[in-house]
């Protein structure tokens, strides 16, 4: 995607008048393919906005729903996989533009537009699950990708924390 067709995700707030605002954008590969990654493979879906704004500051609703292009870290299987997405941006009027938290920023006075296309890409991204696993491969027919817990005290020699499967592997202690 170059630069011109992320004009796409530009909100002009300079000629928003204070009050509730609705829009609507793609989540598409070309958006994806703007910025560097590796997880997702493709998407599809669309991003609704709901922009508050009032004179010192506005605050930007994300509800995204898109189908997500994986692969499966376990069987390196291609799948899709449904991604819901709620997320609330604020952002405040000042002298400097800074991040104050992770869901707050400081932009300019003067600021006349925002490109929403970084944070729709992030939202994403930050729901797409850390272990990518197929559906087909269930927990059953894998005891290895059943997570096994150590005892509260961290003590992993106790008897009662030991899953069954595994205490022939302490017979050869």
């Not at 997702?40 to 500051?57: F, P, R």
């Not at 941006?89 to 992770?102: A, D, P, T, V």
């Amino acid at each position: 995607m170059k630069r011109k067709e992320l004009r796409a995700f530009d909100i002009n707030i300079h000629r928003l008048a204070n009050g509730e605002h609705e829009f609507q954008f793609k989540v598409s590969n070309e958006l994806l393919d703007f910025f560097e990654q590796n997880i997702v493979e493709g998407a599809s879906g669309q991003c609704d906005i709901v922009l508050i704004k009032t004179e010192t500051m506005m605050t930007l609703k994300f509800q995204i729903a898109a189908t997500v292009d994986l692969i499966c870290d376990v069987s390196l299987k291609p799948y899709t996989q449904d991604v819901q997405v709620v997320k609330e941006l604020i952002i405040k009027f000042g002298e400097e533009e800074k991040e104050l938290s992770e869901d707050v920023l400081v932009m300019h006075w003067d600021t006349q537009q925002i490109n929403v296309a970084e944070y729709i890409y992030e939202f994403l991204l930050l729901a797409v699950p850390m272990k990518r696993i197929h559906p087909d491969i269930a927990a059953e027919d894998r005891p290895e990708l059943i997570y096994v817990s150590e005892s509260e005290n961290g003590d992993d020699d106790d008897d009662d924390a030991i899953d069954p499967r595994w205490e022939a592997l302490k017979k050869l202690k």
